[in-house]
């Protein structure tokens, strides 16, 4: 079964406007990684977060994790219409001993 | 560009048949992942090979085989065919064991008639 579970499934916003999506897992971790898929390519690795750490940016960027909830979020800022791809959260277990697991992704769509 | 080359990138074929996806690795990589991307599946985890050895094994089918060989190539043999196998085949590879970010090649979007 998959380890992550996105939401929503489908998202469409203007561009300039935010967006947010949310990754929800079930075992301990020791990392949560998201990658960005335009239709029918390769995934690209956008941003990875330790278990110990709370908070990580890049550009536009912002991923939050919190380890109690075993929740994650992605949030991409001042959208573009080049932003509209899948995204999807993909967990290491805490073990380090096992393949990334990946959710069914969100549909984020930004319309010019 | 990831660095991670599959071929082909396209394959048609019919039931019954078997093929082979091959995979090179970004140069220094010695993990070597596959994955199958369907439509109502999501992308799910087959195998995972380490420096030439089998690390991890996820939902792969009897009918599918892979190796690694010891210039750290990787195939994904896949026999047998059926309708259902018609998907997009992923190769990813990383430096180590996890813990790191993967590198994914561009897919092998396999379509059986």
């Known amino acids: 079964s998959q380890q992550g579970e996105e939401d929503p499934q489908a998202l469409s916003i203007q561009e300039g406007e935010n967006a947010t999506m949310n990754c929800s897992y079930k075992?301990?971790?020791?990392?949560l990684q998201w990658y960005r898929q335009n239709s029918g390519r390769g995934l690209v690795h956008l941003i990875l977060?330790?278990?110990?750490?709370r908070e990580k940016h890049s550009g536009r960027l912002r991923v939050t994790l919190d380890t109690s909830k075993k929740s994650s979020s992605l949030l991409i800022t001042a959208s573009r219409a080049a932003d509209t791809a899948s995204y999807f959260c993909?967990?290491?277990?805490?073990?380090?001993?096992?393949?990334?697991?990946f959710g069914k992704g969100t549909r984020l769509s930004v319309i010019a | 560009d990831s660095g991670v080359t599959q071929t082909p990138k396209h394959l048609i074929t019919a039931t019954g048949q078997r093929v082979t996806l091959r995979c090179s690795p970004r140069?220094?990589?010695?993990?070597v992942y596959w994955y199958q991307q369907s439509l109502d599946q999501g992308l799910q985890f087959l195998i995972q090979?380490?420096?030439?050895?089998?690390?991890a094994k996820g939902n792969i089918l009897e009918r599918f085989s892979a190796q690694q060989f010891p210039d750290l190539h990787s195939e994904l043999n896949l026999s047998s065919l059926e309708l259902g196998d018609s998907a997009l085949y992923f190769c990813?590879?990383?430096?180590?064991?996890?813990?790191?970010?993967?590198?994914f090649g561009q897919g092998t979007r396999l379509t059986v008639v």
């Open positions: 990813a590879s990383s430096l180590g064991q996890g813990g790191t970010e993967a590198f």
């Open positions: 075992t301990s971790i020791n990392n």
């Open positions: 977060i330790r278990s110990n750490e």
């Open positions: 993909a967990t290491e277990h805490h073990s380090g001993n096992t393949p990334l697991v």
């Open positions: 140069s220094g990589d010695l993990s």
């Open positions: 090979y380490y420096n030439g050895e089998e690390r």
